[in-house]
Structures are given as C-alpha cells and as structure tokens.
C-alpha cells in the first residue's frame, strides 16, 4: 500500500510542484516529463510548425519554473500550465506578426502559397491550409478557435479560460468561422 501511494505522488502534479518549491531538480524533471507531450501537442496546433513549437515546450518549462511559487495548491495544474504554454505562443505569434507588418489581408495568394492546387493536385493539403489561415486571425478569434477545434473545448470551458462571457465566445468563434470561410474561398477560387 504504501509503495502504490510512493508511486502515485510521483505522478500527481501537487505532489512534485510541492517538491520543486522546496529545490528538487529531479521532481521538476518528472513533471517535465509528465506534461511535455501535451505541451507539445497545443503549440505545435497554435504555431504550425515543428522547431518553434518545440522551442517554446521549453519556454513554457522555463516560465513554469520561474513561476512555480505563484501556483496555489488545490488549483487546477493541468489548466493553469496550459494558460503558461497559450499565452507564450500568443506572445510568439504576435511577435511574428510585428516582424511581417502586414495582415493575412493585404498578402497575395501567391505569397501565401496556401493551395497550389493548379500546379500538383497531390501536394494539396487542407489542414495546412486552414491551419495557415488560422494564423491570421485576430488574436482572440484565433485563440477562441483553436481552444474550441483543437482542444475540444466547450464553450463554457473556453468562457472560464479566457475569464470572458459565453456570448463573447460564441460571437468571437461566429466571426472565426465567418472570416476563415472567406479567406478559404479567396484562395480556393470560390466566392468570398
């Protein structure tokens, strides 16, 4: 009994968050390894790309630990770690967006090189597209999407997220949705 309770405080992020406030390197490394994955899969879904997402894993882990003291205990782990690794990557799109100076607007197809349909049918890819055009969204819409489409969820876990009303929600993903069907028509050669 008392080894499945070791081994379960091994696993149990209270537990190590508690260790690394008292200087345990290895507990931090444990949790590390424990959400890495997850941390993984919502940064890769927000920037698209493998190198950067990877970066800013270790960026959310960084800022993890600078922050650690600020977690209470009896919070929820799993949501407040994600908001660290949401508001990064936020941090990072909006700071790719500075260095480009232009909206998804004002940029040409060809420089989007979304769907290249004409010259190879095979190398058309719908994901990358919406993906892509995702990116372009207004920062709330894009965050609002990507909470409801890529991490499933409700518009009431999305409210409590982003601490806005579930109106203000369902309005930012109608516009979402609205404004990725024009730019997708746009490139797709339909109608806008």
């Avoid at 929820?76 to 990064?88: C, E």
């Avoid at 930012?172 to 069907?181: E, I, N, S």
Wanted: hydrophobic share 40%; net charge positive; charged share 30%.
């Amino acid at each position: 009994m008392e080894l499945e309770n070791a081994d379960h405080g091994q696993s149990d992020p209270e537990f190590l968050v508690a260790k690394i406030k008292n200087g345990d390197k290895e507990a931090f490394m444990k949790l590390v390894g424990l959400y890495q994955q997850k941390i993984f899969v919502l940064t890769y879904s927000m920037v698209h790309e493998r190198e950067d997402a990877l970066d800013l894993v270790q960026e959310t882990f960084l800022r993890l630990y600078e922050k650690i003291n600020t977690y209470r205990s009896g919070e929820n782990f799993n949501a407040w770690l994600m908001k660290i690794a949401r508001n990064i990557c936020l941090d990072f799109i909006r700071r790719q967006k500075a260095r480009k100076k232009e909206s998804l607007d004002q940029l040409s197809p060809e420089r989007l090189d979304l769907a290249d349909t004409d010259q190879d049918p095979a190398h058309f890819n719908p994901g990358e597209l919406i993906s892509r055009a995702v990116v372009g969204l207004p920062a709330k819409q894009q965050a609002v999407f990507i909470l409801h489409h890529y991490q499933e969820l409700k518009y009431e876990e999305i409210a409590k997220e982003l601490k806005i009303s579930i109106g203000t929600v369902k309005s930012l993903h109608y516009k979402a949705v609205r404004k990725l069907r024009k730019l997708l028509a746009r490139q797709l050669g339909g109608e806008a």
